[in-house]
């Protein structure tokens, strides 16, 4: 008798076992991402989070490039033709993307989407004095033009490529 309970008991857990390994592999499959490429082809690989990149950005010093991808949400797009896009990075920091040699636009109507981007990750920096100077150009009051008192780092990007999840 404890032969048949030990056995029943195995078989019952070997099947419970297959169901939820079934429903694991279902959930896998029901979330896949289907993507719109625009640009160069693009394999998918060693793709950083956004999380990630910014860390990436955050070694660069003004003058390096990195050849990287990542994936990240677009926030804006350019709406005169989709020539550039402001995407998410962590802490409500943006990065910029333009595209190489204006071979492609991204769509305007993309914002909100998951986007991979594929190219040359770079920074630029603006100094205070050109950030002065640009004030001052603009019609700053004194108050604000002494307020300018750190570089603005603009992270910046050139997309060979880019996929674009169509799956919201």
Not at 109 to 116: D, I, K, R, S
Request: proline fraction near 2%; aromatic fraction near 10%; hydrophobic fraction near 40%.
């Amino acid at each position: 008798m404890i032969r048949i309970v030990a056995s029943l008991s195995i078989m019952a857990f070997i099947l419970t076992g297959c169901k939820n390994e079934k429903e694991a592999n279902s959930t896998i499959a029901d979330v896949q991402k289907t993507y719109e490429y625009f640009g160069d082809s693009i394999v998918m690989a060693d793709v950083l989070s956004k999380e990630a990149m910014l860390k990436k950005y955050q070694e660069l010093k003004e003058g390096d490039t990195i050849k990287v991808q990542f994936e990240t949400t677009i926030n804006d797009v350019c709406q005169k033709k989709g020539c550039w896009m402001n995407v998410e990075l962590p802490g409500e920091k943006k990065g910029f993307v333009r595209f190489t040699d204006y071979g492609f636009f991204a769509p305007m109507n993309a914002a909100g989407h998951e986007v991979v981007v594929d190219g040359r990750a770079f920074i630029s920096v603006v100094s205070v004095d050109e950030l002065k100077h640009y004030a001052k150009d603009a019609g700053k009051s004194e108050e604000e033009i002494a307020a300018i008192t750190e570089p603005k780092v603009t992270y910046a990007f050139t997309a060979d490529g880019i996929a674009i999840n169509k799956n919201k």
